[in-house]
């Protein structure tokens, strides 16, 4: 769609020559997953280039810069694990940090251990083919170029292509559209205007207090309530510091338990909390604020009678928030437990919808049909409005592969492969696409826990998975069809047992019209430790030649 986002994104880029030649690996972005995959794989003596779309590093975090964008995961942990000097050189403000200074950290990042010089910035990847014939990967980029590389990583990220609205009269309206996923650079100025925001998930529920202090009046047109639990953001100090110091060997050895995970086998053995005991330990998760509220019991996500109890909690405490029972009662979400979707992390939300110049739209009483000219268009009424908010989140997991023309085998494309749903081993290699490793894929723990965390375990496996090739002078890894297919069926199977598939999120593709519906993220325990048994059985259910 055009948006005045869209038009200051796609602008000119500074010309630089088309680069050719032959590199040991490429990697298609620079995210936290690229930056430390460039890392890793110069530090292990291969040669390796990576291109990324934006002017900088950052990957989501530079397309995302809407009004109130925070990360959800308490700063301290959403950071690499892997060089205590960077550890002790960044020094985080906040206990949830804003875009701002999350993007700073990826620049600090690319600084500190010069890896800018890696990249090719304003470049996308149009296609990636792999010859057969010569065991190699065959990457074109829309600047025309064309690299040769033996491994080709993709660290395209899990959320980073926007699920654009396909509303119709989308092009008739005349006022500025923004979509939350491209945002403009520039400061947007809502005073004094009528403003409409489509979307309650986390980035609407973020944006949309910020928008309401500056705008004259605010439309939020909502399909589905979320549930969303206070953030209770502050200053860090000292205290906070030594305490994270203190207890991080012990985070660290926790990552790699055979009983992490979200779900883990205590989910089906603990015995079920009373209410009156569920009540008191909400209340407390709730003052204290964030996303720990899912840790409250091991068995929230797996027992409906626990769940049902949490899901009150937090309704009870919407009616306490906003004053008009109308608004409160469509505001609570109903018809699917608590945490199956990416649970939101606010800031004076609710309390948002106690405002005068805040409006709220139930789309399920009267269905959006049309954008006009002058606003938006229900089923019972028009909404004069002179700028939109698309808050439609994205095509996760999948979408930022599928932007690109991948080739396997027999020119297989992966588009093809994954017709009826994506297919990936361990969440990293897919079968028929050889010495191809897909960063926090399809499969793996990804999007369900601390995307840093997921990257850093990916890039470790993979680059340690490359030095023992060499060592072994093996030059082609693939998954095994029968272990890849396995594999999916053991995440389907671990997301069956849980409450995950009682809500169309998407987790399973449900946002995105025409997806399959296949739960992508693996829910179960002991992620981590099964990849590293597998590596150290000689990498079981991988062929290598």
Request: proline residues 5%.
């Amino acid at each position: 769609m055009a948006t005045q986002a869209n038009k200051r994104d796609t602008g000119d880029r500074a010309e630089r020559a088309a680069v050719e030649g032959d590199y040991d690996a490429v990697v298609v972005g620079a995210g936290f997953g690229g930056l430390y995959a460039l890392h890793r794989l110069r530090e292990k003596g291969l040669s390796v280039i990576g291109f990324e779309a934006a002017p900088e590093v950052g990957g989501t975090w530079y397309w995302n810069r809407y009004p109130g964008v925070r990360c959800d995961v308490p700063s301290l942990y959403y950071s690499y694990t892997w060089s205590e000097e960077l550890r002790r050189e960044w020094r985080w403000s906040e206990k949830y940090a804003a875009r701002r200074e999350i993007l700073d950290y990826a620049k600090f990042v690319a600084d500190r251990f010069q890896l800018r010089d890696l990249l090719r910035f304003q470049t996308r990847v149009v296609s990636a083919s792999f010859d057969e014939a010569g065991g190699r990967w065959l990457v074109r980029t829309d600047r025309g170029d064309q690299i040769r590389a033996r491994f080709c990583i993709m660290a395209t990220g899990a959320l980073s292509v926007p699920n654009s609205p396909k509303t119709p009269g989308l092009e008739s309206f005349r006022g500025p559209i923004y979509h939350t996923a491209r945002w403009p650079e520039q400061e947007v100025d809502f005073s004094g205007l009528r403003v409409g925001v489509v979307g309650t998930g986390s980035s609407g529920v973020q944006a949309i207090p910020l928008i309401a202090e500056a705008a004259k009046h605010v439309v939020v047109f909502q399909r589905t309530p979320n549930f969303s639990v206070p953030a209770r953001n502050r200053a860090l100090g000292d205290e906070d510091f030594e305490q994270f110091d203190a207890a991080f060997p012990a985070y660290c050895e926790s990552l790699a338990s055979p009983n992490a995970g979200r779900v883990n086998s205590s989910a089906f053995e603990a015995p079920i909390p009373s209410r009156d005991e569920q009540w008191r330990r909400y209340e407390e998760l709730w003052q204290e604020g964030g996303g720990g509220f899912l840790l409250s019991f091991p068995n929230l996500l797996t027992h409906e009678a626990v769940n049902d109890v949490a899901c009150d909690f937090v309704r009870e405490k919407i009616r306490q928030i906003v004053k008009n029972p109308k608004t409160a009662a469509a505001l609570s979400p109903s018809g699917y437990p608590l945490g199956v979707k990416r649970i939101c992390v606010d800031t004076n939300y609710y309390e948002t919808f106690n405002r005068d110049n805040v409006e709220l739209v139930n789309l399920k009483e009267e269905p959006l049909e049309a954008l006009t000219a002058d606003g938006v268009k229900t089923s019972a009424r028009q909404f004069d409005l002179d700028a939109l908010v698309f808050a439609t989140g994205f095509d996760a997991i999948t979408g930022a592969l599928f932007a690109m023309d991948i080739r396997g085998r027999k020119e297989l494309r992966l588009q093809d492969a994954w017709a009826e749903g994506p297919r990936a081993y361990l969440g990293i290699a897919v079968a028929d696409f050889p010495n191809l490793f897909i960063i926090t894929g399809p499969g793996s723990p990804s999007v369900i826990g601390n995307m840093i965390n997921a990257c850093e375990q990916h890039v470790d496996w993979l680059t340690d998975c490359i030095d023992h090739m060499r060592a072994q002078d093996f030059r082609i890894i693939e998954p095994d069809p029968v272990a890849e297919r396995a594999w999916m069926a053991h995440v389907a199977e671990m997301a069956e047992r849980t409450l995950f598939p009682k809500a169309d999120s998407w987790y399973l593709g449900a946002n995105i019209a025409g997806k399959p519906r296949v739960f992508m993220p693996y829910v179960g325990e002991g992620y981590r430790h099964r990849c590293a048994q597998i590596a150290a059985r000689g990498y079981e259910g991988f062929h290598l030649t």
